[in-house]
């Protein structure tokens, strides 16, 4: 089967992200990225596919050319191919634009048998992409995967999850599905396989190679308009280090439960 991934590098959470108060966007230039978490589960997930049933696996990122260093794990973990979909005129591209712009490059390449997706991004997390993806291509989708079988060449066996439900669904191809976190353990690339995958070309697609015009994308095509961009009330987490013997620290523990409201009645100590 022919699979296509789609992956977001987003900013190293070991970064601090700092925000445009005129666009109210993240500011992304020189950012360090790493590959969106679920992502690696989407791509474990096609290879796993590939490795059943033979085919190839291609990468497709929208994301500034500075990402094309991070996508390169995805060539060391196993990708056949990986595509950046990038030009300055997507700057400031919503979720809907962005869908478009990752539409429009899949099927300039050609519609695969499957596209994959993670579930959400760790840096704005909406989880429309995929859906929007969907609607795009006029295929079907489906979200929160946790389990994905081959039936055949043109069927797939879904099982999503829910909060206290699974749920299984019978696909047919093409389709975009979207997977969670328990799905699969993504592998890690070997440092044999990492430094082979830097000689490796990332292939770039542009507005022009896609036939986009500078109208059709960025801020101004994108329907969502953010309001009012106000900083959140940072989050204060205080630890204590007690002291004392182990019934004296216990006994505390106790009394700061109580004063909260929970653990025995006054009185009934530890003894
Ligand atoms: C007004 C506005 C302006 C914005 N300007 C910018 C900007 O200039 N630059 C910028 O980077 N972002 C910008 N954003 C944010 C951008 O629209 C979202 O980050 C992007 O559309 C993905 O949404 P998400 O992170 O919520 O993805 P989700 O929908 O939560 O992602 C789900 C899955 O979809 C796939 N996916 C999502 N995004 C991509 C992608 N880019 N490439 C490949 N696969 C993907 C991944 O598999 C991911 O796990 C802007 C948003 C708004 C509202």
């Given at each position: ?11 190293d ?15 992304r230039?020189?950012?360090a990225?790493v ?23 291609t ?7 500075s ?9 060391a973990?196993g ?18 634009i ?6 429009r ?11 994959l997706?993670?579930?959400r ?13 969907g609607?795009?291509l006029?295929?079907?989708h489906?979200?929160n ?9 043109k069927?797939?066996a879904?099982k ?12 047919t191809?093409?389709?975009v ?13 070997t ?6 995958s ?9 507005a ?23 900083p959140?009330?940072p989050?204060v987490?205080?630890g ?5 013997t ?17 653990g025995?009645k ?6």
């Amino acid at each position: 089967v022919n699979i296509y991934v789609v992956v977001k590098p987003v900013p190293d959470p070991k970064t601090k992200l700092t925000y445009d108060p005129e666009q109210k966007t993240v500011i992304r230039a020189g950012l360090a990225t790493v590959i969106n978490p679920p992502d690696k589960n989407a791509l474990e997930t096609g290879l796993r596919l590939r490795e059943q049933s033979g085919g190839r696996v291609t990468v497709f990122s929208l994301a500034p050319p500075s990402a094309g260093e991070s996508l390169k794990e995805t060539l060391a973990m196993g990708a056949d191919e990986v595509y950046l979909v990038s030009d300055p005129v997507f700057a400031g591209s919503d979720t809907l634009i962005t869908a478009l712009i990752l539409a429009r490059a899949i099927s300039a390449i050609g519609v695969p048998d499957l596209v994959l997706a993670g579930d959400r991004t760790t840096d704005s997390g909406t989880s429309h992409v995929p859906a929007q993806l969907g609607e795009w291509l006029g295929l079907p989708h489906l979200a929160n995967a946790c389990e994905i079988v081959l039936r055949d060449q043109k069927n797939l066996a879904v099982k999503t999850s829910l909060d206290e439900v699974f749920i299984s669904y019978r696909v047919t191809l093409p389709a975009v599905v979207s997977v969670t976190r328990r799905i699969n353990r993504p592998r890690l690339a070997t440092l044999l396989e990492m430094v082979r995958s830097r000689s490796k070309p990332v292939t770039l697609l542009d507005a022009a190679a896609l036939n986009l015009s500078p109208e059709q994308t960025g801020l101004n095509a994108s329907p969502t308009k953010p309001g009012r961009l106000l900083p959140a009330r940072p989050v204060v987490k205080e630890g204590t280090i007690m002291s004392g013997t182990v019934g004296e620290m216990a006994q505390e523990i106790l009394n700061r439960l109580q004063s909260l409201g929970y653990g025995p009645k006054a009185g009934g100590g530890l003894g």
